[in-house]
């Protein structure tokens, strides 16, 4: 049962537009979410966070937005830019231990120039 | 920022052997790490929950007796797997907990490893 889903595999943006990248969770006792940026045979690299009480979270470029009712996420990047070309997990995390993220399947993010 | 180190980053071994991969935290003590395992083009799964000083948390479907974790100290946790075979062939990344409440993890740079 896939908790956390990214439903799409790929997404294709040109240089300077917006990248949206879409999450889904199921489990309503998740109430803290990342973003994560992940090359080829490399670890994940975090990018930003947010807890439950909030809609949204900016930093810098990237800004999360949580809607609690629709169990869904989003990471939004302004501007794109080329080397923000990875792959991008979501994952979640609630209860006890902070610690024991679930993961979304990743969605490839390729920005042209 | 909070810096954790995996080593070795790739590793070619036979059917039967073990290997040993550890996972430091640099810059700040651990007390709790976390095991994920990928396989290609699918998410991480976490392994298992490491906890400094004690016997380690296993996820469910995942052999213990298979992957075997020690976690002796604050900054390190070791994890073997044992009598490796093909299907163990996979990307292993750790990750680490610091002491701030809902600090987000940071991951090591994951082993590659392969079972011939």
């Known amino acids: 049962d896939q908790q956390v889903k990214q439903n799409s595999p790929s997404l294709s943006v040109q240089e300077g537009r917006i990248s949206i990248l879409n999450c889904d969770y199921t489990n309503s006792m998740f109430d803290y979410f990342l973003w994560y940026k992940k090359y080829p045979a490399e670890g994940p690299t975090f990018l930003i966070s947010?807890?439950?009480?909030?809609d949204k979270n900016e930093d810098g470029r990237f800004t999360v937005f949580l809607n609690k009712s629709a169990k869904h996420l989003s990471l939004h990047i302004v501007p794109s830019q080329p080397g923000d070309s990875a792959v991008y997990f979501c994952?979640?995390?609630?209860?006890?231990?902070?610690?024991?993220?679930?993961f979304g399947q990743g969605t490839i993010l390729t920005v042209h120039p | 920022g909070a810096v954790v180190s995996q080593h070795p980053s790739w590793v070619i071994c036979k059917s039967g052997t073990s290997v040993k991969i550890e996972c430091r935290s640099l810059d700040f003590q651990a007390t709790t790490m976390f095991w994920y395992r990928q396989f290609p083009k699918q998410s991480l799964m976490l392994m298992a929950t490491s906890n400094e000083g004690s016997k380690a948390t296993y996820e469910q479907g995942v052999e213990k007796d298979k992957f075997l974790i020690n976690h002796a100290s604050l900054t390190l946790s070791t994890l073997t797997v044992t009598s490796a075979h093909p299907e163990d062939s996979s990307f292993y990344i750790c990750?680490?907990?610091?002491?701030?409440?809902?600090?987000?993890?940071?991951f090591g740079n994951g082993t590659r490893l392969t079972v011939t």
């Open positions: 947010i807890s439950s009480i909030k």
């Open positions: 990750s680490a907990s610091g002491a701030r409440a809902r600090s987000p993890l940071h």
């Open positions: 994952a979640a995390a609630g209860g006890t231990s902070y610690g024991k993220l679930t």
